[in-house]
């Protein structure tokens, strides 16, 4: 069921029933061995088109930087299928539930505690969109580390310009302080922010594998260190 | 520069002529501005300005020279082709793709149909370079592909879904533009599901908006940042690769898939060909 080597799978099973039925029914005309695009589901013909038409939709058979090739990269797991809605609306409560739940049960907390790392690699990093870029210009993490692409979707310090996906998160530190609490909140949102917003379109830094610890306490160093340029 | 601000009129003037338009682009894309209130298409001031002397419709020129030149191993010229309402006519074709051929059997974007033309009608192997080079204004591809939509400037976006093969190609676009994968977990919506967002510096088309949508899926268009025209299917990978996803095949079903939803989320709404972006 989970071919991707994300450390997220548990608890997330519990909702997989109430999802699509899943697997991929192709249905053939008899017509020379074609098949019968018409006679499936968008859904169906949708998975038919990425993984089997020609040999694939996509360049399938790329190495990921993560292992495996960009055909297991293109499967989805349970709450990449379960936020999948046309027009990008939201599942039904239940799912939502479930959705939070799992996504729950995947943080990993760093031994000893939330720490705050260096600021000034998280800056770096919080600007970077640098990673996991897969195709015609492929991302060497052997040369550069990978960085959040924070700023793509959010403005922190005024220095730089950032995007309005999110929301703004200039000040965060100083406006939010930094109790145990709102450590964890940031950390929770940078590792799976589902927990708090099911089917957010901001991704799974920690869950996914995006982000390792180190690179978390540096960008959560940026957000809330008073030296950081987000605090002035 | 200055060469190319003295050429445009006499440019303009030529394509005129056959492209039956009766705005220039950058009217079509003032009419949208002055219909609704979207930072996304009044992002650029000076692309508005510079398109009267797009270097797309250079591009388009020798196009319309490479279309009516008999070509490849049958020396045949393009003429001979059909792009959906009949052999050799062009005008109103491209806002009607990706539509179903009834010769191939198939649902086809442009590109692809280019593709069979060459290949099926003039005889070129598909590896020869005419075929293969799909990127860059230097290329066959480009040329045609701009002066062929050219002569859809100003027309309504109307991509066909009467044959089963349209609605069902449409459909899974559908399911496609919606679908999360990869290491961020994006879909189409992550980045192109609100009005007035950015992406860094970028403010985005929404494609819910057909005001946006239009200007967004106008291509061919010149690329300032790329100093070169673009495709639906170069957009396509683009946007493929900034959501960490593999690069879709040109020409796959998959894309044409999408093309074909993408197009019917921008129904009605007026063509901007070419049209120049950032
Ligand atoms: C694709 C866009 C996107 C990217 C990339 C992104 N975020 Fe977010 N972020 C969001 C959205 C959207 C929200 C609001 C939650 C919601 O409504 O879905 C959010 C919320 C947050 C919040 C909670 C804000 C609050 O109100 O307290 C924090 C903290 C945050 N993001 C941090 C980050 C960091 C750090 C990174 C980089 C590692 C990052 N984000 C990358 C889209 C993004
Ligand atoms: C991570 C954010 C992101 C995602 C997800 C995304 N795009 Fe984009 N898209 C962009 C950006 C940024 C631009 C504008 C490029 C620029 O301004 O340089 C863009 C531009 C476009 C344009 C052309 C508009 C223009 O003015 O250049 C189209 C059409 C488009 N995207 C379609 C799609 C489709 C279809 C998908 C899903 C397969 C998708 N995008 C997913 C970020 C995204």
Redesign the pocket.
């Known amino acids: 069921m989970f071919k991707k080597k994300t450390p997220m799978a548990a608890g997330i099973a519990a909702f997989a029933t109430i999802l699509f039925a899943g697997g991929c029914a192709v249905a053939d005309t008899g017509k020379s061995g074609q098949v019968d695009y018409t006679a499936m589901t968008p859904h169906e013909l949708a998975e038919y088109l990425i993984f089997e038409a020609n040999g694939g939709g996509f360049n399938l058979s790329q190495e990921m930087q993560e292992g495996g090739t960009a055909r297991e990269r293109m499967q989805q797991d349970e709450l990449q299928k379960a936020c999948s809605i046309i027009d990008d609306g939201k599942p039904d409560a239940e799912t939502m539930a479930a959705i939070r739940t799992a996504a729950q049960e995947s943080i990993v907390y760093p031994e000893g505690g939330i720490q705050l790392g260096d600021w000034k690699r998280g800056r770096e990093l919080a600007w970077s969109g640098f990673g996991y870029r897969v195709g015609h210009n492929y991302d060497d993490h052997s040369v550069r580390d990978v960085g959040g692409t924070c700023y793509?979707c959010h403005q922190f310090a005024t220095d730089r310009t950032g995007g309005n996906v999110g929301p703004v998160l200039t000040g965060y530190g100083k406006t939010r302080g930094t109790s145990d609490a709102i450590l964890k909140y940031a950390y929770d949102m940078i590792y799976n922010p589902h927990v708090y917003f099911p089917c957010t379109h901001m991704p799974r830094f920690g869950s996914s594998g995006f982000l390792d610890e180190q690179s978390i306490a540096d960008i959560m160093a940026y957000m809330f260190d008073p030296e950081s340029p987000v605090n002035e | 520069m200055f060469r190319k601000a003295l050429l445009a009129l006499p440019v303009a003037l030529a394509l005129g002529a056959t492209a039956h338009a009766e705005k220039a682009p950058e009217e079509v894309l003032q009419g949208l501005i002055d219909s609704i209130d979207s930072r996304y298409l009044t992002q650029s001031e000076m692309n508005l300005m510079m398109m009267p002397d797009n270097p797309a419709l250079w591009v388009g020129m020798d196009g319309e020279d490479l279309f009516h030149t008999a070509r490849g191993p049958n020396n045949v010229s393009m003429e001979a082709c059909d792009f959906g309402k009949g052999p050799g006519v062009l005008e109103g074709a491209y806002v009607e793709m990706p539509r179903y051929f009834e010769d191939t059997g198939k649902v086809m974007d442009l590109e692809t149909r280019i593709v069979h033309c060459m290949t099926d009608v003039q005889g070129f192997a598909s590896d020869d370079p005419a075929v293969r080079q799909r990127h860059g204004s230097g290329s066959d591809h480009m040329k045609l592909q701009t002066y062929i939509a050219m002569q859809s400037n100003g027309m309504e976006w109307n991509n066909p879904l009467d044959h089963p093969l349209e609605k069902a190609m449409r459909d899974a676009g559908e399911v496609?533009?919606a679908r999360r994968a990869g290491m961020s977990d994006?879909?189409?919506f992550?980045?192109?599901g609100q009005s007035g967002k950015q992406?860094r510096a970028?403010v985005?088309?929404n494609a819910k908006i057909g005001e946006d949508w239009t200007?967004?899926?106008s291509w061919p268009a010149h690329r300032v940042?790329h100093d070169n025209v673009r495709s639906s299917q170069h957009?396509?990978r683009g946007?493929?690769y900034?959501?960490r996803q593999p690069g879709m095949l040109a020409g796959s079903d998959a894309s044409i898939a999408?093309i074909s939803y993408?197009t019917d989320l921008a129904r009605g709404q007026p063509a901007i060909l070419p049209d120049m972006?950032?």
């Open positions: 793509n | 496609l533009f994006f879909n189409c992550a980045c192109h992406v970028s985005l088309p200007k967004a899926i940042g957009r396509v946007c493929y900034q959501m999408l993408w972006k950032r």
